[in-house]
Every structure is written in C-alpha cells, then in structure tokens.
C-alpha cells in the first residue's frame, strides 16, 4: 500500500496538530494535546516521518517566541527590601495600584504586593488544593499562576512573585477586539470555568486585571485574584466572563448568538454553559476556524 499523507486538525480551533518534543501531538494554538501511537499512523508512514524528522523541538520553539508584540520596550526598576534584609529589584513595565493591593507586570513575572502577608497563604492554599479531571487534555494547570516566591517585605507588606512567559500580556492592554478572536479567549474562560465547576470553587470576583493573554495562540490566563476564591457552590465567574468579554469587544462584530449569550443569564453549572458556548461557536461563528489575532 502507498504511504498517505495524513492531515491532522485540531477540533478545538481547527490548527494543525505538529508533534512536540516529547513526542506529544500539540496544537500550538490553542494546546490542546493528542497521543497518536505507530498503530494509529500505520497507512500514514510519510506522515510520521516527516513531523519526527521536521517537527520535533518545533513547537517547543514556537511556545516561548518573547515579546511578539514589542510591548516589553521601557520599564522601570521597583525594588523591594524583605524582612529578612535581602534586596529584590525588579523590572517593571506596567502596573495596577488597585484598594487591596499593587501589580508589578514584568515580561517574565508579575510581582503582586499586598498591605499585608495574609492573603498569600489563601491565594497559594487554593491553588493547592486544585484537583484536575483525569481528561484533562489541555493541561488547565498552564493556564493558572505558578507563585515562585513569597515573602514579608520590611515594612509588613507581603510579596509575591508569579512566573510568566514574555508573549502573555494583561488583557487591559487591549479593546476593540473583534468577535472572533474574544470568542477563543471565552471558549478557555469556559474550560477554566469547568474546572471551578469540578472543584467546587467560585471567585468573589474575576477582573480584567486578573486576565492575561498570548496574542498569537487567543490562550486566555487567570494568573491573579486567586486569593478571592473559596469553596462553594457559586458561580459568579460565570458572569464575570460575560462582562470582561464585553468590555474588550468591538459588538459591532459579534453575530447575534454570540451577544445573546453574553446579555443573557448563566447557565445553572459550568458544564451547561460550557455547551451552551460552544453552541454559539458552532451556529453563530461557523465552528472551530483558527484565525489570527483580531483578524
């Protein structure tokens, strides 16, 4: 039999699958992840030859490709004194002076600095105790803050540093974003919805502060705000979602699902609304087509 050439679509956002350097097959995108063995690619050799001859270490490459928007460019240096007496300098090119604490964005950490020492131990605590579906195939765990350091500073503030990659920025950042890149970054919020919805957690509130993104793959991070989150049975990140969406959207682009999802109320559980969404990027934006940002 002669060997095919087999073209494998990712069916979250419709990008090609490309092998990575574990041998996974990952969508660069979006990161979803599939495991093909040699049975699976038994009539497709070319195919297999070619992605571990080409591919292999590519979509590593790819993952970590810096500033792709320039936005790293001046910034200014904030230095921190620990009560133990070291000195922390860091490098800061945005940041948020909010009631209950100040934000440092760096291109590869955030620093978050609160009144006091406390809500580290809730924010580190519920991140902890995170248990993750056996299915989970987009790794969510990627999409949450990895904290790198945590300290008492010298005048009883608490310091916590989390860890970033250069191509994530705070969604703030940006508005007038066409309907069709925020849907992506609506379909993670969902995913990550779930999985509250899994551990039976709830925000007391998601803010666009909290929200970072990567441009060039629409991923979507919750990478703060996490000392706000308890156990329970709410559910306001559910509207959360909707508001933030709208407040970086052009709705002058949205098809009319789109829009009466976002005006309408919450689904009882994260689970409903997650199909609910997904109906809306089927019927409403044509199913799972990769586009590039706000194109």
Sequence with gaps: MESKLLNIKCDNCGAEYRISSRGEMVCRFCGSMIYLSDKDFKAYKNTRDEMLINDRFLNDELASEGDVLK?????SS????TATGNNISFESYYSVILPEKEVYIGSNKIAVVFPDKMPIAPFNNILSDIMYPSA??????????NVTYRAELDDGRGLMLIAKVENIYPLYLFENLKATTVAWMISRFENLGCLLEFNNMDFESIRIEDIYINPKTHELFILDGWEGV????????LKDIRSIAKSVM???????????????APKP????????????????????????FNE
């Design 71 to 75: 936005f790293w460019n001046s910034g």
């Design 136 to 145: 989970d195939i987009k790794g969510l765990s990627k999409y949450l803050p």
């Design 78 to 81: 904030v230095n921190f004194r």
């Design 269 to 292: 559980t994260a689970y409903d609304d997650f199909k609910a969404w997904d109906d809306v990027i089927m019927k409403g934006f044509g199913g799972h087509n990769f586009h590039k």
């Design 250 to 264: 052009d709705i002058s682009t949205a098809p009319a699902l789109c829009m009466e999802f976002l005006d309408g």
């Design 230 to 237: 308890s156990m329970t049975s709410d559910r306001n990140y």
